[in-house]
């Protein structure tokens, strides 16, 4: 029964027929696309790929861009948590537009920046075409993570034996910071806190506070040509850009 499962997943994933792949582009550097994303890039013939307005430029889009020169770019607003985008309609516009490439033989890949299971965008419109267009071949390409880039950066162990890591996006109270921080220190957890951003001021006091902004390590636009990596002591700058993260260890 579960070898029938097996080969099933597997010829599904073999199929010629158009495919919506959502593909993992990592978080800046092209070096670091995978063989696989490369192949899925270079197979569809639609790349739809997110914008936060019609005037900006697609990070995730950028990334690849030497492989998509020839095929159709189609941008999408994607609402990145800003208010005066509602999600519900932008999700179901996006599901619209790929579901019509797909109908008329066209496979779809949609860039994803990052990884594809870590405050992925893609996963709403995923969800959106597995619940109402089933009969849709998908696929998902992971790709290497701000996380993970940032911490081979700086050879810093994001988990070891005995030990447990939380990803969490940054909390915007003071209290909540403090005690998510005391109580990793109590029970050795790593934290990579994610989109630390406006926040960061908040973010400086308490990790002075609890005296652990010397060795709590900050990674910056990572893998893109303005990429910071340093200690949070040595950043003395009052604003902080949308792609950055912390990563802390309390040992």
């Known amino acids: 029964m579960i070898k029938n499962k097996f080969l099933s997943l597997l010829n599904r994933y073999k199929t010629n027929l158009p495919t919506l ?39 995730a889009a950028e990334i690849v861009k030497k492989y998509t020169k020839f095929k159709k770019n189609i941008p999408i607003i994607f609402p990145m948590a800003r208010k005066d985008f509602d999600p519900d309609e932008i999700w179901s516009n996006a599901v619209e537009k790929i579901v ?16 594809t299971s870590l405050f992925a965008s893609s996963s709403n419109i995923l969800r959106l075409i597995k619940n109402n267009h089933a009969e849709i071949i998908t ?4 790709g290497i993570s701000s ?25 915007s109270s003071e209290s909540e910071l403090t005690t998510l921080i005391r ?30 902004i010397n060795t709590s390590l900050l990674a910056l636009s990572v893998g893109m040509p303005d990429q910071i990596i340093q200690y949070a002591s040595q950043y003395k700058k009052e604003f902080m850009p949308y792609f950055s993260l912390i990563l802390i260890r309390l040992d």
Not at 139 to 142: F, G, N, R, W
């Open 147 to 171: 996380i993970s880039a940032a911490a081979a950066l700086n050879d810093f162990d994001l988990v070891k034996k005995g030990e447990t890591l939380i990803i969490k996006e940054c909390p």
């Open 100 to 115: 019509k490439y797909i109908q008329n033989g066209e496979s779809v890949v949609l860039l994803c920046l990052g990884d």
């Open 183 to 212: 109580e990793s220190k109590a029970n050795k957890t790593v934290l990579a806190i994610m989109k630390v951003g406006k926040r960061w001021n908040l973010v400086r006091e308490i990790l002075k506070k609890e005296d652990i």
């Open 21 to 59: 792949t959502i593909v993992g582009v990592g978080p800046g550097d092209p070096s670091l696309l995978t063989i696989a994303a490369v192949d899925a890039i270079k197979k569809a013939k639609v790349i739809v790929f997110p914008i936060s307005d019609d005037n900006k430029k697609s990070f």
């Open 139 to 142: 696929k998902t390409i992971p």
